[in-house]
């Protein structure tokens, strides 16, 4: 069973336009999300990261919009370049106790040119 | 940002060998992480070390797992003996404090043949 899942595998959008990634989460308990950017052969970079108090995060080109009742959230890409395109993956903790991170499996971003 | 280096960057042994992975934390970092991702899968919390001490581990972390730091030295993972499902990227990450920004390394890439 998933904890944190990613609908989709993988996503193609033009130069220029809003990339939305999306993702779901099944334990209640899980309150801080951050999403990482991963470039192939590197690790996963921080990228964004939210907090259950707010629905809403923004930093530059990159807002995390979150769904507290209906457990997701996604990651908007606005204005996409080509150099976004990597592996973007979702992640969640929980406060309460546990140290780790859940990361779902990840969607691969193309931005054509 | 902050780098967190890991050396090797690949690895190849043979089944039943030892193996071990290192991992320099950035500089000020106390909390310290090994995750595993196979090919393709998503990655997975392995361990969490703070203090000395092995802090949470999931049931990826067998008994042939263990990870030290002595005398803070590199945070290091060594698989004793090796199997062929080991064979993954184990990615070492670590953060200033508890629940704050995990910084990954690149990756050891580890094949067990």
């Known amino acids: 069973q998933q904890q944190v899942r990613q609908s989709s595998q993988s996503l193609t959008v033009w130069e220029g336009e809003t990339a939305i990634l999306n993702c779901s989460y099944e334990?209640?308990?899980?309150?801080?999300f951050p999403w990482y950017q991963q470039f192939p052969g590197e690790g996963p970079a921080l990228l964004i990261a939210?907090?259950?108090?707010?629905d809403k995060k923004e930093d530059g080109r990159f807002t995390i919009f979150f769904n507290k009742r209906e457990k997701n959230l996604s990651l908007h890409i606005k204005d996409s370049q080509p150099g976004d395109s990597a592996t973007y993956f979702c992640?969640?903790?929980?406060?309460?106790?546990?140290?780790?991170?859940?990361f779902g499996s990840g969607t691969q971003l193309t931005v054509m040119p | 940002g902050p780098k967190v280096l890991q050396i090797p960057s690949h690895q190849i042994i043979d089944m039943g060998q030892m193996v071990t992975l290192n991992c320099d934390p950035v500089?000020?970092?106390?909390?310290f992480y090994w995750y595993k991702q196979i090919l393709g899968q998503q990655m997975e919390f392995l361990v969490n070390?703070?203090?000395?001490?092995?802090?949470?581990k999931s049931k990826l972390f067998k008994d042939q797992f263990s990870v030290e730091r002595p005398d803070g030295s590199y945070f290091t993972l060594k698989i004793q003996p090796t199997a062929l499902e080991d064979s993954a990227v184990y990615f070492c990450?670590?953060?200033?404090?508890?629940?704050?920004?995990?910084?990954f390394g690149p990756g050891t890439r580890l094949l067990v043949l």
């Open positions: 334990n209640s308990a899980f309150d801080y």
């Open positions: 992640a969640a903790s929980a406060s309460s106790g546990s140290w780790q991170l859940i």
């Open positions: 070390f703070y203090n000395g001490k092995v802090m949470e």
């Open positions: 939210i907090r259950s108090v707010s």
């Open positions: 990450a670590s953060s200033s404090g508890w629940q704050d920004t995990q910084y």
């Open positions: 500089s000020n970092h106390l909390y």
